[in-house]
């Protein structure tokens, strides 16, 4: 027997599982804990033959007790679905992940959040818009939410930082490895007065995919989305797309025509998202 905690360790950590194999598997055998031990045709059927084979030769050799120790000394948090404290807006979305791993301040996670997004390369315009909008939100108590990434996300952040307040990180790599490397003070300075997150499991690396599905984290925590500067095909869009999928409010700040970067805030405007060009126009809204 497992508990409910290992059982849900144990689907966290398994290769290939992921969230929504786990929320199918929830459902059919109502616990994580009988998931994880399940051996049927029925658990073959939801995870396919590969990843079915390559689950049950994990089991042999992973102990969900012994992580879970390891977690605990490597001071991480991890949050299951079952937690009490799992973020209820997470909650909310089509495939929230199967445990939430954290440093820091747990209690913030589901404090009221604005997530704030844009290119990695932004220009002077997008980097001053994005220190007015986020001045304007801590001010009035909303928790910033963002990816660590270079550009809008780190401008975000420090805004956060230098104002003495919490910020969120959400990362596409375990909690325990800080991406990009360059960023090591501002995810120490983030873990004293914030909180980093990710569904990945500590100890595993960046990956495309994991900066892919985290974005839907950034969005799903948050209340609404504020989208600085973007291309229109980008990881900014994506993350926009996973808000509009997920019901939350889109904000975009609108630009100049000629630059490229304003092309993905420009749409996102002319398919229904609300210009912002100040944080109080979003404050009424939200409200």
Known sequence: ?????????????????????????????GSAGAAYLAKDSILKHILGLKIYDNFIKFRKSFNPDRQIEKLKQQQIFFLTQADKKYPKNLLQIPD???VLYAKGNIELLNRPQIAVIGTRQPTAYGISSTQQLVAGLIKQGYIITSGLALGIDTVAHKVVLKSKKPTIAVLGCGVDICYPRSHQAIYNEIIKAGVVVSETAPGADITRAGIITRNR??????????????????????????????GKDVYAVPGPITSDLSDGPNYLISIGATPVTSAQNIIETLL
């Open 1 to 29: 027997m497992v508990s409910e905690e290992e059982g849900f360790i144990g689907l966290s950590f398994a290769p290939g599982i992921g969230p929504m194999r786990a929320k199918a598997l929830l459902k059919e055998y």
């Open 217 to 246: 984290i950034v969005s799903g925590l948050s209340k609404a989305i504020i989208v600085i500067e973007g291309a229109r095909k980008s990881g900014t869009m994506i993350t926009a797309r996973f808000a509009l999928e997920q």
């Open 96 to 98: 929230p992940p199967i």
